[in-house]
């Protein structure tokens, strides 16, 4: 799908905004390939590799989470101040 | 159902929701605002939360009661198809970060106060904002009807009600007075109650999840015991359908089936009418980025609560509704008092949501039925009455369909509404990214999306009952997955393809209200509303 054309200022796609992206689609990749965790070897004490490593997870995808938002905070605070040093 | 009250338990359970009561009431004086007389206030806390605030509002209004009866109630039923909520709460994340913070800026820029406010703001089409909004509505109300089926299941378990021999009035009044309870301080303090009740929620819940998740295992004798006669009774022959039972794993065929419910829900989570309300009720940008790393702390915990299923197992409870399993598994293996803890847990954990989703049920009838069609010219002080009165009625409704209808068709209703929302989607997220598609192409692949998700669930049988199953074939793949994304493919594609011949033929394209810098602006940005109360003025706004 099209964007509309964004008037004065155009979005800018850098190398770091690139990386939050791929930070945020990893998790996709690895929680929808199902074949890839479901079995019960090597348990985990006692609890078995499908449900430990899906746990997991939750903090890998949490960790990348973190480091979108690192980046893309900053990113933000570039263009403000960017932009701020335009306006006056 | 054991016979007699716990009389420990019980105390401990009235003594929570007690303080808790005060606590609703007192919340309308908390970080109040000057002009407590609008929409903004009363429905969205002045939108005016932090971070912290936030994540406890969210936390509780996400992660239900029902939730924490029916996600161990489905493992303990079928074993690892019921997990499927671990991989949906990790992937609806990384979705919010991408979508929610610039439904942020643009509400904020132009004061919306739901998601169809947008809509019709951006496509410039109440006809689709009113659809939007009904899917909304129609799906929270069997949500919050289920939040009474856990009350419910506490107070069934702790003997409270009467058991089969009570009237009705004796059974169900325990419910009427929490209901009753939870309606008057939603009224009078709108969003802040569940705000400040949530703390109090959450709180239990971890300490509850803390407890049972080291205290029940070594009471058990370990995980490997555990999984040991849990993999023993999922082998075992269901003697309905004359398949084993569950397994510890899913299956080769099962996995499409995992992997699009778990995608197709984390999609629809953060649609529902209380999400949203919840997220506007922030104060910035950042606050709700800086949720998406916190918030899979609950995730972790859904985790280890769906393992109190395979606990149920080995402790050996039965029980006819597996509704009840970790209620009981709790009675069994607590002493007294601390069931009275849990207990109070997940029925606070009922309240909150129930409050916000009432309140946001409200929310969008006041902004997008009354004021879009009845009274244009409604003033912020009618339309907060309006909302106030509406939280009513939506709660009586969800108390009549428990009461009076079967506990399936709730269920069944909101297994639908998680198929509707989903149907949601192109417009409301589409539209943040791009005004390309038509508003009547979106329409239009809105009502297909609906038809033939209600359509595909109603002709598919449950593991229970003859409809309202959840997965069937895809089309063109051959593969059992979540019906409501293949309804939402069938809405995209309808989308795409009527757009085309809408342009092509110029039909009439409506106004768009905002700009593209509306999407990324935030608080402290000129024309952004920040409606900080004086309490919290002088705070920075958000980094």
Known sequence: MSEPPEGNRKPVVTIPLVVAGVCLAIPFAAMLWVGSYSRVEPAFIGIPFFYWYQMLWVVISTLLTVVAYTIVRRHERTVRAHRGGEEQ | MKNGVNGVALAVFIFFFLAVTVMGFVASRWRRAENADSLDEWGLGGRSFGTWVTWFLLGGDLYTAYTFVAVPAAVYAGG?????????????????????????????????????????????????????????????????????????????????????????????????????????????????????????????????????????????GGFEHIFAKAGHAF??????????????????????????????????????????????????????????????????????????????????VKVKNGQLAIPQLFADVFPDWFTGVAFAAIGIGALVPAAIMSIAAANLFTRNIYKDFLRPDASPAQEAKVSKIASLLVKVGALAFVLTMDKTVAINFQLLGGIWILQTVPALVGGLFTRWCHRWALLAGWAAGMTYGTWRAYDTPSATQDHFGNTNLIPFIGEKGYIGLTAFALNVLVVIVATFVLRAVKAPDGVDQTKPSDYTADAGDPGVRTELPPATAGAPAGH
């Not at chain 2, 699009?260 to 950042?286: E, I, K, Q």
């Open chain 2, 80 to 220: 690892a198809a019921g997990f499927f909520a671990v991989p949906y709460t990790i992937l609806c994340y990384p979705l919010v970060f991408t979508f929610l913070p610039r439904l942020w800026s643009v509400a904020h820029k132009h004061g919306y106060v739901t998601s169809s406010d947008f809509v019709r703001g951006r496509f410039g089409s109440k006809g689709l904002s009113l659809a939007l909004a009904l899917t909304g509505i129609l799906a929270t109300m069997p949500y919050i009807a289920l939040q009474l089926v856990g009350i419910q299941a506490v107070l069934d378990v702790m003997g409270v009600g009467g058991g089969a021999n009570a009237n009705w009035f004796v059974k169900d009044l325990p419910l009427l007075i929490a209901f009753g309870v939870l309606a008057a301080y939603t009224y009078s303090s709108g969003l802040r109650a569940p705000a400040l009740i949530a703390f109090v929620k959450d709180a239990l819940i971890y300490i509850v999840i803390i407890v049972a998740i080291i205290y029940i295992p070594v009471k058990l």
């Open chain 2, 235 to 316: 082998a075992a022959e269901n003697p309905a359908t004359g398949k084993p039972r569950g397994s510890l794993v899913t299956a080769p065929q099962a996995q499409w089936a995992y992997a699009t419910l778990a995608l197709g829900s984390a999609m629809a989570l953060f649609l529902y009418p209380h999400s949203v309300t919840a997220v506007l009720s922030s104060r910035s940008r950042n606050v709700i980025r800086r949720n998406t790393t916190i918030l899979p702390l609950y995730s972790l915990m859904l985790g280890l609560l769906a393992m109190l299923g395979f606990m149920a197992i080995a402790a050996d």
